[in-house]
């Protein structure tokens, strides 16, 4: 019964321009392997904790999947999410000390690893990622020079105080769009978007975002 729950979902959100990545914190295995087993391998956490656990857990059972770090990256823990089996993006990565860390422990690496830097598009205090284009530019000519780091693209997410909810997710999204079309022009690159959760996605997909992150979405009945 959850596999054929499951697989609706997937055929749902079915679409050639765009890419689900399926939020697996506090999920248990077993629901991950219902996905995997669906044909699935994008899943992201938001603890490098978890994330270890459940891809030593899935190394064997599980070999084509794709890991993506989308919670707020502490400098400490980069060498151990640089050891995370099948490690295939970081979507989190909010400021120069950070992306200076990560180019520091690049060799620890064992296959090339994609970038997302996080900009904070709504200027809300409690989220983080850079908030000038000047210190994303900076941030992204330092990833994009690195062997092993590939600059991927940006990540946002929409406006939590707002009386408008969706004119607000719209106007974030589009300023990340802006400062992507700005950065490929300059950098002479090519960037995906990572932006749109289970309340916006919708919105996140009519703004062209290349990456949506849905999580409890995913797994009700």
């Not at 054929?4 to 077993?30: M, Q």
């Not at 656990?53 to 060498?79: D, F, T, Y």
């Not at 062997?147 to 300023?175: I, P, S, V, Y």
């Not at 949506?212 to 995913?218: A, D, K, N, P, V």
């Amino acid at each position: 019964m959850k596999n054929s729950s499951f697989a609706e979902k997937l055929r749902s959100l079915d679409r050639t321009d765009s890419h689900l990545l399926i939020v697996s914190k506090t999920r248990p295995i077993e629901d991950i392997v219902a996905y995997y087993e669906l044909g699935h391998r994008d899943f992201g956490e938001n603890r490098v904790q978890e994330l270890e656990m459940k891809a030593l857990a899935l190394k064997e059972s599980c070999p084509e999947i794709r890991w993506h770090m989308i919670g707020h990256l502490q400098s400490n823990k980069v060498n151990n999410l640089f050891q995370v089996p099948n490690l295939y993006a970081v979507h989190s990565v909010d400021d120069q000390s950070l992306a200076e860390k990560l180019v520091k422990s690049q060799d620890k690496l064992a296959q090339k690893l994609r970038i997302f830097l996080q900009f904070n598009t709504s200027r809300e205090v409690e989220k983080s990622g850079f908030e000038t284009y000047a210190e994303l530019r900076t941030a992204a000519e330092l990833i994009h020079s690195a062997e092993n780091l590939e600059l991927a693209g940006l990540m946002t997410m929409g406006t939590l105080r707002t009386e408008d909810f969706e004119a607000e997710a719209r106007r974030c999204f589009q300023k990340l769009n802006e400062l992507k079309t700005r950065l490929e022009t300059e950098m002479n690159v090519q960037l995906e978007t990572s932006m749109g959760m289970s309340q916006d996605y919708k919105i996140a997909l009519e703004e062209n975002s290349s990456w949506i992150r849905l999580g409890t979405m995913m797994f009700q009945d």
